[in-house]
């Protein structure tokens, strides 16, 4: 597997597209892909010369979350296509635009719709998550060892795009479960505190593979437990909602209560 060769290529580009970009967009360099939902010259330009670099390291389809706005199809690539690279250029581009340093750039590779390798690169630390199946995880090389946590469940848990009761009803989290936390606006962000045990769960609705791949792998390799809420696996391009990592000593109790919100 070619981990170090792609962590290479991660920081390439992003340094060319995207570190000069930060606190320094144009007029015109920010536009919307809907409401609410931003896309940067630097998400374009980052996507574009990744998906030309990684096609160079291995020649399989490149499913990109801007591509895909252009070209909804692709996504079925995830599941059908033999093998894929993912890519999301800057993850949480809302962050990035106001100049939080929140934000990182993710690559996954999907072989058979399961997700083999992962990484997510932070710039603002120049650190490097990742994982290939079955060889753990690793930040900058370096193999990560699981913390100890002795303290009460803590996490972030994403309602937006729940439907209604259950987004309404899971606002009132009971703390005898764990305490919900703000959200980073960034699942790789968010991904790497799990991992690092700032958080013990993570709950999402929506489940766009460039958004998961990565981060379900990393959470994975690093001994949590990630899966839909009802139990089944979680694979990348199944177009399923809800996904949920977390330790495995709070995982049921988590996706108890959620699975009780939409029973209601």
């Known amino acids: 597997m070619f981990i170090d060769q792609v962590s290479a290529v991660i920081r390439e580009v992003g340094a060319a597209e995207v570190v000069p970009r930060f606190r320094s967009l144009a007029d015109g360099d920010v536009m919307e892909k809907g409401p609410g939902d931003l896309v940067t010259i630097a998400d374009q330009e980052c996507e574009r010369v990744l998906a030309e670099r990684l096609r160079a390291i291995r020649d399989i389809p490149v499913v990109g979350e801007e591509g895909t706005a252009a070209d909804p199809s692709l996504l079925d690539l995830v599941a059908e296509a033999d093998a894929t690279w993912i890519i999301d250029p800057i993850d949480g581009t809302a962050n990035f635009v106001a100049g939080n340093p929140n934000f990182v750039v993710m690559v996954a590779l999907a072989e058979l719709g399961e997700t083999v390798a992962a990484w997510v690169w932070h710039p603002e630390t120049d650190s490097i998550l990742t994982a290939q199946r079955g060889n753990g995880v690793h ?111 709070c995982w049921d109790a988590v996706a108890a209560e959620i699975l009780i919100a939409f029973a209601d």
Request: aromatic share 8%; hydrophobic share 40%.
């Open 139 to 249: 930040r900058n090389g370096v193999a990560i060892i699981a913390p100890t946590r002795e303290k009460s469940p803590t996490g972030i848990l994403k309602r937006t795009y729940m439907p209604e009761p259950a987004r309404t009803l899971l606002a009132a989290f009971p703390k005898s479960v764990g305490s919900l936390v703000p959200a980073f606006k960034s699942a790789g962000i968010e991904y790497g505190a799990l991992i690092d045990g700032r958080i013990d769960f993570l709950m999402y609705w929506r489940t766009l593979p460039w958004d998961h791949a990565p981060g379900g792998l990393l959470a994975s390799e690093a001994g949590l437990r990630v899966a839909r809420v009802d139990g089944s696996a979680y694979m990348p391009g199944d177009g399923k909602d809800g996904l949920l990592a977390a330790t495995h000593e």
